[in-house]
């Protein structure tokens, strides 16, 4: 069965951090592009970060938004078919349920999507 599995949210603190994994099966995670999305109260569900795929063994081209750059890091574990996304300095405003997706295009459009997994983070 293909499917991805987030895992790691929770409740931090301002300027804390928080690792969220997102743990593929039925497919390699370094066949696809895999982007992390969150969905912040209120508001519509956006696309924060995006690894690309590679053939190399090492970590594709990443991107990030605006609203994270610098605080957040996307990697890979082929190994462990994961993909991470690190969040450091996090902020009230980054309390979202965060998702993973994966596409075999690039990073867009993506086929395959995770339940989400909350992150709540107190003032």
């Known amino acids: 069965e293909v499917q991805l599995v987030e895992s790691g949210g929770g409740l931090v603190q301002t300027g804390g951090s928080l690792t969220l994994s997102c743990a593929a099966s039925?497919?390699?995670?370094?066949?696809?592009?895999i982007g992390w999305f969150r969905q912040r109260p209120g508001k519509e569900r956006e696309g924060i970060s995006c690894?690309?795929?590679?053939?190399?063994?090492?970590?594709?081209?990443?991107y990030y938004d605006d609203s994270v750059q610098g605080r957040f890091t996307i990697s890979r574990d082929n190994a462990k078919n994961t993909v991470y996304l690190r969040m450091n300095s996090l902020k009230p405003e980054d309390t979202a349920v965060y998702y993973c997706?994966?596409?075999?295009?690039?990073?867009?459009?993506?086929?395959?999507w995770g339940q989400g997994t909350q992150v709540t983070v107190s003032s």
């Open positions: 997706a994966a596409s075999p295009h690039g990073c867009y459009p993506y086929d395959i």
């Open positions: 039925g497919f390699r995670v370094d066949d696809y592009a």
């Open positions: 690894m690309m795929m590679s053939s190399d063994g090492r970590d594709g081209a990443s």
